[in-house]
Nanobody, 127 residues
Framework: QVQLVESGGGLVQAGGSLRLSCAAS????????MGWFRQAPGKEREFVAA????????RNADAGKGRFTIYRDNAKNTVYLQMNSLKPEDTAVYYC????????????????????WGQGTQVTVSS
């Protein structure tokens, strides 16, 4: 049994910053890749960023490149998403997810590869 709890969302003006946090419990956190996805009203859930189990690799979707940074603190069982230069198009519910497979040798970007999901945190960017 694994639980993921996101926090840090809120309302911010365009150009501002937010840092999302995802606290994990119930499994050996350090063995698994972690990812962030988002879903805007009327749209499919889309990949935002991911970090592999060893923190040696990260990947960002095109929409967040140059603006978003994913990192993790294994001592706290927490993964973060730092979002800078936010745009109204970033408005969505952001979800944290944990990989299904330990020590995966790639960075998973498909939601089908993730087995545990948080409840989501709302990010709203005003113009």
């Amino acid at each position: 049994q694994v639980q993921l709890v996101e926090s840090g969302g809120g309302l911010v003006q365009a150009g501002g910053s937010l840092r999302l946090s995802c606290a994990a419990s119930g499994r050996t956190f350090r063995k698994y890749a972690m990812g962030w996805f988002r879903q805007a009203p009327g749209k499919e859930r889309e990949f935002v960023a991911a970090i592999n189990w060893s923190s040696s690799m990260t990947r960002n979707a095109d929409a967040g490149k140059g603006r978003f940074t994913i990192y993790r603190d294994n001592a706290k069982n927490t993964v973060y998403l730092q979002m800078n230069s936010l745009k109204p198009e970033d408005t969505a519910v952001y979800y944290c997810a944990a990989d299904s497979t330990a020590y995966r040798a790639m960075i998973p970007t498909s939601r089908e590869l993730y087995i545990y999901w948080g409840q989501g945190t709302q990010v709203t960017v005003s113009s």
